[in-house]
């Protein structure tokens, strides 16, 4: 049995890459919206971590599996990113459970002759820990050169300045969190702020 929160993130997933709609929008939807909030909270991170790493998901299911990314039917190559994700990047999400449930929304899907490619994929897969270069949770990975690996030229850093790469590099971090530190007419909250951070 497929567990809500997963079979939603699929529906969005699948939506989203047939180009019929925007993430966004399906995750503020009625059917996401119905959902216990721990189940939203789960849709929203696999949905948004997916579509964030995308090309390292789909690098590691051709390295993983031997096989061009065009070999796969679409709905199998969603499962399949959906259960990488699962498995580098989210550290209470079991191993077995995300095979598993790989393995059922593939059958769902009526393409019940990938279960057993799914399944052999996923089991290859190992935890990103494993495979970091080192810092948190957006820390990059080992394998694969990203396009701001390359040295500068002259045109990017013109256009973006001396530190291009670094500011190009943020694409895949978790966006941070910050504190609204003036008020409507600019004064500054210094009591909100010093209670914030006490």
């Not at 990488?84 to 059958?107: C, H, R, S, T, W």
Request: glycine residues 12%; proline residues 5%.
């Amino acid at each position: 049995m497929i567990s809500s929160a997963r079979a939603a993130a699929y529906r969005i997933l699948h939506r989203v890459e047939s180009g019929r709609a925007f993430a966004v929008d399906l995750l503020q939807g009625e059917r996401v919206s119905a959902l216990p909030e721990v189940d939203r909270r789960l849709v929203t991170e696999l949905v948004m971590g997916v579509l964030r790493w995308r090309g390292d998901l789909d690098f590691r299911i051709e390295q993983l599996s031997g096989k061009p990314l065009g070999y796969f039917d679409p709905e199998v190559a969603t499962v399949l990113r959906l259960g990488i994700y699962q498995i580098m990047f989210l550290d209470k999400v079991p191993k077995a459970a995300a095979v598993n449930e790989g393995v059922e929304m593939v059958k769902a899907a009526r393409k019940r002759s990938a279960g057993g490619l799914v399944n052999a994929v996923l089991r290859k897969c190992e935890p990103v820990r494993a495979l970091r270069s080192g810092g948190g949770r957006g820390a990059r990975l080992v394998e694969r050169p990203r396009a701001t690996d390359v040295p500068e030229s002259g045109r990017r850093r013109k256009c973006a300045g001396r530190n291009s790469a670094a500011a190009c590099g943020g694409g895949n971090r978790d966006p941070s969190r910050g504190i609204r530190t003036a008020g409507p007419r600019g004064r500054v909250r210094r009591r909100e702020i010093e209670r914030a951070c006490a």
